[in-house]
């Protein structure tokens, strides 16, 4: 058996701009997490049994075909052909079981079994498939709107009422009717499968994510990049699949040309390796890694309904490029200031925690006003007070880009309620996350374990429970303070093994 998991993500700046690799964003891994489960089964030689517990008829089978010809085999009418291939290795890979179709899985299945295949040899992979596999994914509530379940439950949008749902609950619908709450589900969900298949096949032996083999790591990126492209129909950034393989880190995206001709070509037309390999330098991006400052909380929040980000970034991306300039020069301020907060912990890290006690008890707003007799002190506190205004300036150019180019990137039901989050006492600000829109806010906030300073966590969540104008309810999600992609142990993850076993007819 192996198990992968992958974190979701939270833009926090660089939207729109993260799109070219001229400019970086600044993306946080959340402590959310895909799961794939992928077990040899018994008695199904040449088949894989897909299933996702949390929905309604997610089951998906595929049958494995193999032959000596060159000659790609079409599946018969019905079924979905997945893969072709050559002498001694996968002719196709037919679908069926399940009435609905997933294009993600079916790809990710298609493409990784076709690059395990390049590198390993068709003998392997049918070895692999000799028995066939079993594959589970499961996704931490958070991913998908839990309102129902409160409601359900009679219980109000609170941190403290969500850990009350189980983990992996069943949401009780198709899959095609899911509420996502934008943290970035399908990225996680390809990147977890595509290593755990690349794991349990044994493309590279015996692995330990944990170690951090760059090779290992940015293999599985590049193809988890380019699937994750396929499924979708267009070279996306990358910042959700690259943050769910790296964890938090600040992102300047790959040349899009890179994975180009593989988009224009069917299975078996063009081999994926010499593109996908970590050794091909056409692969451009950069990932500086990055952790939010120490005592600090990232706070999630799901917001009523989404916009259309697709139709809003090509409004957005007409807009001069001076502006982008400036947006991105606002972009790294954040990063930088908090990059800074970090360094600061790590010198000082007893004046560090006295300046949050002097500042959580204020709004961010007067912290600039804040004076002292001990130097390091003053000047760390100045720090955060770089950071709520650098976090201000950011929000301020990107509703000014909205306005200017016709589209809601922080409409002002956001305003209002961004407004009254960072007037709350220890909140350092906050903003609309990765393209904007009406579907979800963070915020960071100061976390002390000293009740006697208040508690700005609980202040949000009671600002949130009181809104009239919307309806604002949190999430469970953190920064993940462990790598991205990572190996688990199944009876590790809490109700992991439990969930497994349902099945929604």
Known sequence: MTVTSAPGKVLIAGGYLVLDPLYSGLVIAASSRFYTVVEDAIGKSNTIVVKSPQFIGAIWEYRVSFSSDYKLELAPEGLVPLLSSHVETLSDLTYRASESKNKFVQLALERTLQLIKEMKGGEHVRNALQNGLDVTILGDNDFYSQRSQLEKRNLP??????????PFVPLGVKIENVHKTGMGSS?????????SLMIHLKVFGSVDLS????????LIHNAAQYIHCLAQGKVGSGFDVSSA??????YTRFDPKVIQPLMESS??????????????NAWTYRVQPFRLPP??????ADVDAGSDSPSMASKVLKWPLEYWTSLDQANMVVSQALLKLSESYRVHPIEYSTALKTIVLRPAVEWHSLTGKNGVVFELIQHFDRAYRAIQAVRQQMKRMGELAGVPIEPDEQTRLLDSCTGV??????GVPGAGGYDAIWILIIELDDASLGSPLANVQKLWQGWQEMNVSPLLAEESLSSGLRMEQLNEVNGLAEAMKFVQE
């Open 245 to 250: 393989i790296f964890g938090s880190h600040i």
């Open 187 to 195: 990225a996680a969900l390809i990147t977890s499968v595509v290593g």
């Open 267 to 280: 299975i078996g037309e063009t081999s994926l390796l010499p593109t996908l390999s970590p050794e091909n």
């Open 211 to 218: 170690r951090d083999i760059e090779e290992t790591r940015r």
């Open 295 to 300: 005592l600090t909380r990232l706070l999630l």
């Open 157 to 166: 949008p609170s941190l403290e009422s969500l850990r009350k749902i189980p």
């Open 425 to 430: 006492p220890g909140v350092i600000g906050g």
